[in-house]
Each structure stands twice: as structure tokens, then as C-alpha cells.
């Protein structure tokens, strides 16, 4: 079925001209963290990142494409695909993606998704590999970066302890190229995860600036637990303080530490070095 302008109803295709319909400023208001928390929805941006997302399995609830690439092959097998699933298809111009993504160049295609996170008491730390403990992040970039990396050497998830920053948040999710499909996310706060913590089943690892053992000197046996500190001030005392072992990383210059997101991937392919392979 395909109608113009007006409010949505899932398993429709609508055209959306008018930057003045109410689901464009629905979408662009998810760019606000209060508003994303309010109805447990994010966009993710580019068509092979939400075909795949579907092909996942991932719940859509929007499929938003640009009027000019409606008769690209991926982009009609996916709006077909969104519809038998009850989702709404939006055909609009291309001052109508700006204006819901805030972007003078936006992609031609996004699409809005909901929100998925593990809790914490159905982590399966049986089949894990290694899921990374992140304290506090701020920084999006890192987050998406880190999860991104989590992908790439199968790491079986991140969890998000305390306060941090959205990973459903605009700059996040790109920066994840995709990865926020792939990996699950757990989130809890610092009590909570205090309390969980001692039903790991294997090594927990901190990283931490003052460890005076070599990363590269201990045997990582999965399920691995890595726990990361915080860009400004690392891991605080009474959570390091939870680890089995706590490792550091050699620096030989000036630099007083590496990248948050950096030391992650450093740690992560030394504790999945015997797993990975070209
Ligand atoms: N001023 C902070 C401090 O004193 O810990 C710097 C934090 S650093 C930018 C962020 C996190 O990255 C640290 O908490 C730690 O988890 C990790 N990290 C950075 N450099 C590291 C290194 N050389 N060895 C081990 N971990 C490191």
C-alpha cells in the first residue's frame, strides 16, 4: 500500500515530502539521548548497514530511503522485507533525510531500529569468550570504536558499567560501522555489577597504568573478563581492586597513556591471539 503524506501505521510505504511531517521531527528528535531513552529506539545510517542489520534479525521499525535510489535492488528487496514485517517504509526527498539526520550530506538510506541490550543475569559466560567491562566511558568515538574491535576478533560482548555514554547515540553507532548489530550489549551499574562479578567463571584482566605485570606475560584462558578504566581518571580502586590480575601495556616515549579505544584492541588480540587466524 502506498500513501502520501500523513501520521504512520506499520506494514505501509509512505512519501514524505513535507519537512513538516510529524515523523520527520520524530526521527530527527532520536538524535537526543532523553528521546531515544523515552521510546527505546536509535538510527543507524547507510543501506548495506541496515540490510544487514535486518538480515540479523535486528526488530526495524522505519526504513527510510531517498526517492532517488527506489529502484536500487537492495533497497526495494529490504523495504519488501520491512513491510512483510509490519514496518513502515518511508520514500523521501533528500531535504527530508537531511533534516532527520542534521546532516548537509546525509546517507541515502537509515533506518530506525530498536534498542537491544542483554541483562546482566542472562549473560551466558559458559560459551564466552571474552566480553570487555567498560567503566564509565565518555567518548562515543571510543565506544563505537571498541565495539567495533569486539567484533572483529569475536569477542562475545561489551558491558557498559555505571555511567557512560549512549551507545545508541548518532556518533556511536557510526563510529561501530555496523558492529552495534553484532555484538552484545550489557549494561549495569556499579553495585549491580559489584554483586555479579564473582560469578564469573574465568579470569577477570584490568588494565591499569600503575600494574607493574606485562600484559604480554599472562596466559589468557576464556572466558576472559577485561576490564577497561575511563578516559579521564581509569579504573577506580575498589573495581580494580575486583581483578584477578591487573596488566599493563609498555609505553617507552612521553606518552602518560594510550587511547582508551587503542588499548582495547591491544588487549583484545593478545587475549584472542591463539583464536584468530588470517
Ligand atoms: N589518566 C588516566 C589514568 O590514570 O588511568 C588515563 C586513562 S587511559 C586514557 C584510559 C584507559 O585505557 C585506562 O584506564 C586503561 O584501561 C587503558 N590504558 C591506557 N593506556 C594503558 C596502558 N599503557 N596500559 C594498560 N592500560 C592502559
Not at 46 to 60: C, H, S, T
Not at 159 to 177: H, K, N, S, Y
Not at 198 to 212: E, K, N, Y
Given at each position: 500500500m ?158 557498559l ?9 548518532t ?54 573478563l ?17 581483578c ?19 588499548s ?15
Amino acid at each position: 500500500m502506498n500513501t502520501q503524506d500523513g501520521p504512520g501505521r506499520p506494514g505501509l510505504v509512505k512519501t514524505v515530502t513535507s519537512l513538516a511531517n510529524p515523523l520527520v521531527k520524530d526521527i530527527r528528535a532520536l538524535s537526543q539521548r532523553k528521546h531515544r531513552q523515552a521510546t527505546g529506539l536509535f538510527v543507524a545510517e547507510g543501506l548495506k548497514l541496515v540490510a544487514d542489520a535486518i538480515e540479523a534479525g535486528w526488530p526495524i521499525k522505519t526504513f527510510v530511503h531517498a526517492e532517488k535510489v527506489a529502484s536500487h535492488e537492495l533497497v526495494t528487496r529490504t523495504a519488501a522485507r520491512v513491510v512483510a514485517h509490519g514496518g513502515l517504509v518511508l520514500k523521501v526527498s533528500e531535504a527530508v533525510l537531511e533534516k532527520m539526520t542534521r546532516r548537509d550530506n546525509p546517507q541515502m538510506v537509515i533506518g530506525v531500529f530498536e534498542q537491544k541490550t542483554v541483562p546482566l543475569d542472562a549473560i551466558d559466560t559458559s560459551s564466552a569468550t571474552v566480553w570487555i567491562a567498560l567503566e564509565g566511558i565518555k567518548d562515543p568515538g571510543n565506544l563505537g570504536t571498541i565495539l567495533r574491535t569486539a567484533d572483529a576478533v569475536g569477542a562475545s560482548g561489551v558491558l557498559l558499567v555505571g555511567d557512560t555514554v549512549d551507545p545508541f547515540g548518532t556518533e556511536a553507532v557510526r563510529a561501530t560501522m555496523g558492529s552495534i548489530f553484532h555484538v552484545r550489549l550489557a549494561r549495569a551499574s556499579v553495585e549491580a555489577f559489584k554483586a555479579w562479578r564473582p560469578g564469573w567463571p574465568g579470569t577477570v584482566v584490568g588494565t591499569h597504568l600503575s600494574a607493574t605485570e606485562d600484559y604480554r606475560a599472562v596466559s589468557y584462558e576464556e572466558p576472559v573478563l577485561l576490564f577497561m578504566g575511563n578516559e579521564q581518571s581509569g579504573l577506580p580502586e575498589d573495581l580494580a581492586g575486583l581483578c584477578d590480575r591487573l596488566v599493563k601495556i609498555p609505553m617507552a616515549g612521553k606518552a602518560d597513556s594510550l587511547n582508551l579505544a587503542v588499548s582495547t584492541a591491544v588487549m583484545l588480540y593478545e587475549v584472542r591471539r591463539g583464536q584468530l587466524t588470517v
